[in-house]
């Protein structure tokens, strides 16, 4: 199902006139087969893999280590634009957006990447963060980086469904936008073109506007940077758990062996119906509260040894299911690039110093890789955002940016400041520079 049938689906009943809605959309780059991974990566994340049902619930994998891998990305990061007039409207315009950040590099580790998109209404500059579900790829640069773009938005009002498209195009000259407006009176397969002041946010927008001295597009991309080798042309990134997804299926199946083990060896206790006072329907009464407890028969199973009940109270096999799945999570560390023992149970791991540093380095390894990614996306953003502000006039001047990521992954700042306490003891090291690294804000008195 291509992505025009996606956002088909959105609508269900015929218009009384108008145009297929497959037909309004611009050709976009990505395949069906590609858009369909990605749903499949979304409903994995949300607890909605097709291998689950009501009654088998998982363990959530995909989205802790997505959570996760996002916190380790950005677990020391700061952003600084220097004091010029033009870094203070910066800073203004991303203050929504740096907070929102951990929540944006979760998403993007869950669908393999996000769309960063800068917005003028007139009034206010700001970024809005865009899901792959509301972007289409148009074409690419000589590098594989996404050109043109087009962005969609819906709105409900007054009962109708309005669709905006919004085509960004780079020219010779710069940057040429594209909006149109289609309503439906309900959530339909078609649409009509209608003014895009019908909705009041909309309303600001021009149908066509070329925006000159543009360099780059007026987006920046955000791709979880790991091979796909489902589609290796693709210009977009794949989750974080893109290679353990056959692995994250076999634990939540193991899972759920492990609740049924537990509820099938539930303590109870088989009685016959003679055991009990009946009910004015003949049916036994059992003990209130503990009607869980007691399993009535109707033929007297118990007569053979002649007893009214017998104890069920089977020995669990729980110890190596839960061994099974503990080995499981070890494989689906291995394959998202996280060290062992971050879900897995770590006692089972051998834990000297050495080791302990050589399975971070697995970690850092992924996380460094993600750092860099989002660091030249929020580069893009950042020069993107400047043009744009320099050509609404917005404000003047240059920008010091300077973005940095700990290394806490990989080092342990509590044992590296104990560490080198001791070089400070033995004097390898001087109080001065040990001052200098750890107590930075702190000044010196003079007497």
């Known amino acids: 199902m291509k992505f025009k049938d996606h956002v088909s689906r959105l609508f269900e009943r015929p218009a009384k006139s108008g145009t297929p809605l497959t037909t309004l959309l611009p050709n976009e780059l990505i395949s069906a087969e590609e858009r369909n991974a990605i749903v499949r990566s979304f409903d994995i994340y949300r607890d909605r893999a097709p291998w689950l049902t009501p009654q088998n619930k998982g363990l959530s994998l995909a989205a802790d280590i997505a959570a996760e891998m996002a916190r380790l990305t950005l677990n020391e990061f700061s952003m600084e634009l220097g004091h010029s007039p033009m870094a203070t409207v910066l800073r203004r315009a991303l203050q929504g957006f740096l907070t929102r ?3 944006a590099v979760e998403y993007a580790c869950a669908v393999g990447g996000i769309m960063f998109k800068p917005c003028y209404d007139g009034h206010t500059l700001s970024v809005e963060t865009v899901l792959p579900f509301d972007f289409l790829p148009l074409s690419l640069d000589a590098a594989g980086n996404i050109r043109d773009c087009a962005f969609l938005s819906r709105k409900k009002q007054n009962g109708k469904l309005y669709l905006k498209i919004e085509e960004h195009r780079l020219t010779e000259t710069g940057c040429q936008i594209t909006n149109r407006a289609f309503v439906t009176d309900s959530t339909v ?23 000159r001295g543009l360099t780059r597009p007026l987006f920046s991309y955000f791709g979880i940077p790991l091979g796909n080798a489902a589609f290796p042309a693709s210009p977009l990134g794949v989750p974080v758990f893109h290679r353990a997804e056959e692995l994250i299926r076999q634990a939540d199946l193991q899972f759920g062996r492990l609740l049924w083990e537990f509820e099938g060896g539930e303590l109870a206790v088989d009685a016959s119906e003679d055991a009990f006072r009946l009910d004015r ?3 036994p009464r059992l003990p209130l509260g503990k009607e869980r407890l007691y399993r009535t028969n109707v033929l007297d199973a118990c007569s053979s ?7 069920f109270a089977p020995t669990l096999r729980d110890k190596s299911i839960i061994n099974g799945l503990n080995r499981m999570v070890m494989f689906i560390e291995d394959a998202c690039g996280i060290a062992r023992g971050t879900f897995s149970d770590p006692s089972e791991i051998a834990r000297t110093a050495t080791e302990v540093r050589a399975m971070r380095q697995r970690t850092f390894a992924t996380v460094s890789a993600i750092q860099v990614s989002l660091k030249r996306a929020l580069e893009n953003l950042i020069q993107s955002l400047s043009e744009l502000a320099a050509l609404y006039r917005l ?3 240059n920008i010091s940016l300077s973005i940095r990521f700990g290394d806490s992954v990989l080092n342990d700042s509590i044992s590296e400041r104990e560490a080198e306490r001791t070089e400070v003891s033995l004097g390898i090291l001087s109080v001065e520079e ?11 008195v003079v007497s």
């Open 305 to 311: 040894s002649h007893e009214l009940m017998k104890t």
């Open 101 to 103: 950040l951990p929540i």
């Open 281 to 283: 329907e003949g049916k």
């Open 434 to 444: 040990f001052r200098r690294r750890w107590y930075p804000d702190r000044k010196e």
């Open 189 to 211: 397969t078609e649409a009509r073109p209608c003014a895009l002041g019908s909705v009041a946010s909309w309303a600001t927008l021009a149908p066509q506007t070329e925006i």
């Open 395 to 397: 404000a003047n001047g």
